[in-house]
């Protein structure tokens, strides 16, 4: 099962928190949001947390500048990457030319993925 909470006030701000169950072997809680620190910055973040294993699965922190015609994105990620519970780090830059191209990882992407109802990775 899973439950999603989604608080969108704007298009600027968004709150998600999650809780997924499966019993005997998932159980989770996952947190992330977008919200404006001025009129041109925002910050970014997303923690993933397994209640079973009391160990963070996933956590993302980052900043984003975006003006009328281009946004550039960065943001750090840590995330257990296998069975065995390894972890890998990684640094992510984003930079995107409105209306043309973006380049680089897409951190939107990674907050959506996982407050999605296709959260739980198969793989875990």
């Known amino acids: 099962s899973n439950v999603t909470l989604r608080w969108r006030p704007d298009d600027r701000r968004r709150l998600d928190f999650s809780y997924r169950f499966r019993a005997g072997s998932v159980e989770q809680t996952d947190l992330a949001m977008v919200w404006p620190l001025t009129p041109s910055w925002h910050a970014i973040a997303r923690w993933n947390y397994s209640m079973?294993?009391?160990?963070t699965l996933e956590s993302l922190a980052g900043i984003e500048y975006e003006s009328c015609c281009w946004a550039f994105r960065v943001g750090a990620r840590s995330y257990v990457f296998n069975r065995t519970?390894?972890?890998e780090q990684s640094i992510f830059l984003q930079l995107e030319l409105k209306g043309l191209a973006r380049?680089?990882?897409p951190l939107d992407e990674l907050l959506e993925r996982g407050t999605s109802n296709h959260g739980i990775p198969e793989d875990l």
Do not use: C, H, I, Q
């Open 103 to 105: 380049v680089g990882e």
């Open 52 to 55: 079973l294993d009391r160990d």
């Open 85 to 87: 519970g390894e972890k």
